[in-house]
């Protein structure tokens, strides 16, 4: 596992203070008035195609301007005539939501650009403002950095899944999005970043584009705009900062086996757990990416301190507790979230949809996002993961059991008598890396090959050669011995 420090010395400190919600910090830096003359105006765009945050994807600009994602969030840092670093606060703006009303993106209360600029100013200085976003936006308490599950800004809000905190308004550095992966696609939650889009930003002082502002990476330093009459936008590029991954899962029966590639109907597979390596279920987005040009989200593990941690191994079950398989019990303590389809939760002889097992016909491995009967071919249903860059292994162990009562054995519904014969698959790099912004299918495929059976009846062997056996005259026992 990495365990390396992302900062040294001093900045790590600063860095971990942004995910601390200790007060012991130095103090704010006094806001800038509100007497200038050109707002701060925001824009988006989202270049691709919960519960903290809005479940569902985030495709398009559109997506963002629904009531219902409650648009994004906004970091603002003020540092006078100084650059951005990690001993920055988000003293202009924390964690500010900016919402699509009337045809238009609004926020509140308006912020204003500072006006210390050019040789007829008071000072000479070029006051600089560094922002950073988010999206979907949630409403945190900005003390402690915990979402405020009370809220009618945030939808859907939990503490357990989704977006789950940030750095808070008095943690210096880069400011960080907590998030802790659902692996329910019905809480599946697409966080997103923002970086400056393509395109000049004029500064008053020369009218030219300021220098130093780069695509893909955040607004960093930004100077006075020069168009005062329509104000100048900060357009955000939005980017996924998660990889999405669809895992279906079949079973592949050979044709000889007389059923149409279909499991016998005195058979059933039943999946009991699936383990995964190769993402990370926890981690902190730093909203302060340091690849511009591939657009690679910048992860960092849950203390928002380290390098996300790699080797993570993410195992879902079937419902078991205590090796009681299939047996649904509420106290359950391993991770639930298979597909009722194909796991065993009832009757094993009942015929019905729940007791189905995995067939010829692909479901999706995860538990669907409403009802059985409309989702049990629903395919397009994934979840979405934090990638670590690392090849992603998959080991399913799933049973076959076969009614039979000549036999012994006891079947997972504790009444069935049969056979029942447990298999456990590795596969080594099914996908070479995951990457944030892609979305990625899996598709497993159960491979059964039926027992067989032939018979021959060997025909009698008749030797080649004859043997013949000459035994002398026999003599009755009561013939009269001639002497």
């Known amino acids: 596992m990495k365990k390396t420090k992302y900062f040294i010395f001093a900045a790590a400190a600063a860095l971990f203070a ?14 800038i008035a509100q007497t200038g003359q050109v707002p701060v105006v925001f824009d988006t765009y989202v270049n691709r195609t919960t519960r903290a945050g809005y479940h569902g994807d985030i495709n398009a600009v559109g997506t963002l301007q629904t009531a219902d ?3 994004f969030g906004v970091f603002g840092y003020y540092t006078d005539n100084n650059d951005y670093d990690q001993f920055s606060i988000p003293n202009f703006m924390y964690n500010q939501q900016v919402t699509y009303e009337s045809d238009t993106w609004t926020y509140s209360p308006v912020k204003y650009w500072p006006n210390e600029y050019g040789s007829t100013a008071i000072s000479e200085d070029y006051d600089r403002v560094t922002f950073f976003a988010y999206a979907p936006y949630v409403e945190v308490t900005p003390a402690t950095g915990k979402v405020n599950t009370s809220s009618t800004k945030t939808a859907n809000p939990t503490e357990t899944t989704g977006i789950v905190g940030m750095s808070s308004n008095t943690g210096s550095g ?30 008053t002082q020369t009218n030219t584009a300021q220098t130093g502002l780069t695509v893909g990476f955040p607004w960093i330093n930004v100077q006075r705009p020069a168009d005062a009459t329509t104000s100048q936008k900060l357009l955000f590029d939005f980017k996924h900062a998660l990889a999405k991954l669809n895992v279906q899962i079949d079973a592949d029966v050979d044709k000889a086996s007389g059923h149409d590639n279909e499991v016998a109907t005195d058979n059933k597979i039943f999946v009991r757990s699936i383990t ?23 992860w960092m593990s849950f203390n928002c301190v380290n390098e996300l941690e790699a080797g993570e191994e993410i195992t879902i079950y079937d419902g078991r507790k205590d090796g009681k398989e299939g047996v649904s019990e509420a106290s359950n303590e391993k991770v639930k979230g298979l597909n009722p389809v194909i796991i065993e939760n009832g009757n094993w002889t009942a015929v019905n949809v729940a007791n189905k097992g995995v067939s010829k016909t692909a479901v999706n491995l995860f538990e669907p996002t409403s009802s059985l009967a409309t989702d049990e071919l629903k395919l397009a249903d994934p979840i979405y993961v934090i990638p670590t860059g690392e090849a992603v292994d998959v080991t399913i162990v799933y049973e076959v059991e076969a009614a039979d009562a000549n036999l012994p054995t006891v079947l997972a519904d504790g009444a069935t008598k049969g056979s029942k014969i447990k298999n456990t698959i590795t596969k080594k790099a099914v996908i070479a890396k995951l990457e944030n912004g892609k979305d990625y299918t899996l598709k497993i495929h159960l491979g059964m090959n039926s027992v067989k059976f032939d018979a021959n009846v060997t025909k009698w062997d008749t030797p080649a050669t004859e043997t013949d056996v000459y035994l002398p005259s026999n003599t009755p026992s009561s013939a009269p011995v001639r002497r």
């Open 69 to 71: 994602v409650k648009g």
């Open 18 to 31: 942004a995910c601390s919600s200790d007060d012991g910090l130095a103090p704010e830096k006094q806001q």
């Open 276 to 298: 995964f390596t190769g993402f990370a279920t926890k981690g902190a987005l730093n909203l302060n990416n340091t690849d511009a040009g591939a657009g690679v989200a910048k």
């Open 174 to 203: 880069d400011p960080m999005v907590k998030y802790v992966v659902s692996l329910a696609p019905a809480t599946k939650v697409d966080l997103l970043w923002g970086v400056k889009a393509a395109g000049d930003w004029k500064i």
